[in-house]
């Protein structure tokens, strides 16, 4: 049973070690990668959509080179359990997605998946043993093409300038302040510490 190029152990062992233990949605995750692999052409570069925040990406950015930092990963959640592989210039891909309809001859997943009993009462190893016995059998997969935006939306910053609230560089485009001294910062200061 191979994961991309790796054994299912050794990816495991790659899943322990970025997540910090055996996530059952990066291992769920590296099945997807590697079924929508499967159905795209040998050669060329593919952006990839994460339709969850929730461990998908981690296992798109193990398995793939689109990480969220490099622009090619991108998140926008759905509340699916849902990876699209695409192709960069026409937005041709693949989608492949945990299907519901799949999961009753595994009710361990199922009750993980569904949340139909709490973390607690799960039966780890039996979940994880599941998704490997299932292997890619527990996934829809589809033909798509992504909408143009995602394709045409990348934005090159090219001049940056600074800020005159906070003094720190920031997108020209952005307006006279930058975004997080207009709102959108996700925290408050309490104190500049000295380094």
């Known amino acids: 049973m ?3 190029s790796y054994t299912y152990e050794e990816y495991i062992d790659m899943v322990k070690s970025f997540h910090g ?3 059952p949605g990066m291992v769920i995750g590296g099945f997807m990668v ?3 692999y499967q159905h795209l052409p040998k050669e060329g570069l593919f952006d990839s959509v994460s339709e969850t925040p929730a461990c998908l990406p981690d ?3 193990l398995l793939t080179p689109c990480t ?3 622009g090619w990963l991108r998140v926008i959640d759905t509340g699916r359990f849902a990876l ?4 960069k210039t026409q937005g041709e891909g693949i989608r492949v997605f945990l299907d519901p309809a799949r999961l009753p001859a ?4 199922k009750s993980w998946y569904l949340k139909l009993k709490p973390k607690k009462e799960q039966d780890f190893q039996l979940l994880i043993e599941q998704i490997k016995q299932a292997g890619s059998s527990i996934y829809g997969v589809q ?15 090219n001049e940056f300038t600074i800020c005159p609230s906070c003094g720190e560089s920031y997108p020209v485009d952005d307006g006279e302040i930058c975004r997080g001294c207009a709102g959108a910062s996700p925290c408050t200061v309490s104190e500049t510490l000295v380094n």
């Open 84 to 87: 699209i592989l695409y192709e």
């Open 143 to 157: 033909r798509v093409k992504v909408k143009p935006q995602l394709i045409t939306g990348k934005k090159h910053r």
């Open 59 to 61: 296992a798109i950015q």
């Open 68 to 70: 969220i930092g490099n």
């Open 106 to 109: 595994w009710p361990e997943i």
């Open 34 to 36: 590697d079924l929508a």
């Open 2 to 4: 191979k994961i991309r």
């Open 21 to 23: 233990y055996a996530a």
